[in-house]
């Protein structure tokens, strides 16, 4: 009997979309940070759908607050939507909790959710609860943009400039409960990326399957790639590029830019977000899979399968 722990998530997720059919309203489907799907055939719009789940002692320690659980909950589903360059409409949160939780930490929960969906437009209308062993939420999100503007994480092409918003490498001093989703940014460069996936499961990884979707390979700049000071304050005996790497849950957006476009983009970034930084880490190549990150000394190094994934005891 093979179990989902000898199988892993990526070639879970494989097994179970042979059982997901589609048809000619279904742009992109699975295999993307959202699915995207057009009501008829002349419609002006196409939606965006995402879905995630929050359990207490996967994505949140015992000891979270109630309005940072929330607030994660809602901002995760935001960092999706982002990465696909939506703007955000209407959502649905399932709650699952034990009998024993005292009502005033859902409040709590609900405050941190609507806090940062109202400053989003994000609209939470719904949802379902029911009685579990441990809290529990299972997010769902629908975001819209104009027909065929979705960027996927296939886009990219030999040639074309990787960079990512923000720093990182912090999740596992707190950011990953306090982040701020890059909702405008995502919708912005929707006129720029040719590419573009949001960073959850670590900058290597995530990387990984934006080659994979596009049929590319990359080098990375080791010293261009943004380390955040709360990894480098970690004392832990990992260097703090390993944390940037793999730690995951940064929720920065991760994308790619023909190079022709390099200086207007950088130009007209600057001008649109003067307080957040956005780095130029690598160079998308010919090499189908093989990501590589060079050192100043020229030393370059392969990087293997890395980022979360669940059900993986290593």
């Not at 189908?288 to 990150?293: D, F, K």
Request: aromatic share 6%; hydrophobic share 40%.
């Amino acid at each position: 009997m093979l179990t989902l722990q000898e199988l892993g998530e990526l070639a879970l997720v494989e097994r179970i979309t042979q059982w997901l059919p589609g048809d000619s309203r279904v742009i992109t489907g699975p295999g993307d940070d959202c699915a995207v799907v057009r009501g008829h055939t002349d419609a002006q719009l196409d939606w965006v759908l995402t879905s995630d789940p929050l359990v207490q002692g996967i994505h949140f320690a015992d000891d979270a607050t109630a309005r940072a659980i929330g607030h994660k909950a809602v901002g995760r589903v935001l960092s999706d939507l982002a990465a696909m360059g939506a703007k955000p409409a209407w959502g649905l949160v399932n709650l699952v909790a034990p009998g024993s939780t005292n009502a005033e930490v859902v409040d709590d929960i609900y405050n941190g959710m609507t806090s940062l969906a109202s400053k989003h437009g994000f609209l939470i209308v719904g949802g379902d609860v029911a009685q579990g062993s441990v809290v529990e939420l299972h997010a769902f999100g629908i975001g819209e943009l104009p027909r065929g503007s979705a960027v996927l994480r296939s886009g990219a092409t030999i040639g074309d400039v990787l960079f990512v918003t923000g720093a990182l490498g912090g999740s596992q001093a707190e950011n990953h409960l306090c982040f701020d989703p890059r909702v405008q940014q995502g919708q912005w460069l929707r006129n720029w990326a040719t590419a573009m996936i949001d960073v959850s499961d670590g900058l290597a990884g995530d990387l990984r399957h934006l080659c994979d979707m596009s049929k590319t390979g990359c080098d990375l700049n080791a010293s261009a790639i943004p380390v955040s000071l709360a990894a480098k304050k970690l004392d832990d005996g990992t260097p703090p590029l390993d944390h940037a790497l793999h730690d995951g849950e940064d929720f920065e957006l991760l994308f790619t830019i023909p190079e022709d476009n390099l200086n207007l983009f950088t130009e007209a970034w600057a001008k649109a977000f003067p307080n957040l930084t956005c780095s130029m880490i690598g160079i998308m190549t010919e090499q189908t899979g093989l990501i590589r990150c060079i050192f100043p000394d020229g030393e370059s190094v392969a990087l293997e399968h890395g980022g979360y994934q669940h059900f993986n005891t290593h």
